[in-house]
């Protein structure tokens, strides 16, 4: 069993930015490819970034691709996403994401098995 815990989320203004968290349980948290998904009001959610379990390949939607950053730290068993120049289209819930079964970069959230509950984002005009 594995269990996610996400924090940072918050309100900022347009052009601000924000650093999420997450924190993960599990012995081989370094086996685990890594994501972060959103999702906004009314929409199905979405890709945001994805790192390999060794660090070394990582994966951007393009909306969000030079603006936000992700990282992992495997001795801490955590996964960071840093958020910059944020729009108003940021805003939505994040959730991070662990796929147990390659370790890959996926952008499909059905190759992930477990989901953290999410936190907040909101950017406003």
């Known amino acids: 069993q594995v269990q996610l815990a996400e924090s940072g989320g918050g309100w900022v203004q347009a052009g601000g930015s924000l650093r999420l968290s997450c924190a993960a349980s599990g012995r081989i948290f370094s086996a685990y490819g890594m994501g972060w998904f959103r999702q906004a009001p009314g929409k199905a959610r979405e890709f945001v970034a994805a790192?390999?379990?060794?660090?070394?390949?990582?994966d951007y939607a393009d909306s969000v691709k030079g603006r936000f950053t992700i990282s992992r730290n495997n001795a801490k068993n955590t996964v960071s996403l840093q958020m910059n120049s944020l729009k108003p289209e940021d805003t939505a819930v994040y959730y991070c994401?662990?796929?147990?079964?390659?370790?890959?970069?996926?952008?499909?959230?059905?190759?992930?098995?477990?989901w953290g509950q999410g936190t907040q984002v909101t950017v406003s005009s």
């Open positions: 790192i390999k379990r060794s660090g070394n390949d990582i």
């Open positions: 994401a662990a796929d147990l079964g390659y370790g890959r970069t996926s952008r499909n959230e059905y190759d992930y098995d477990y």
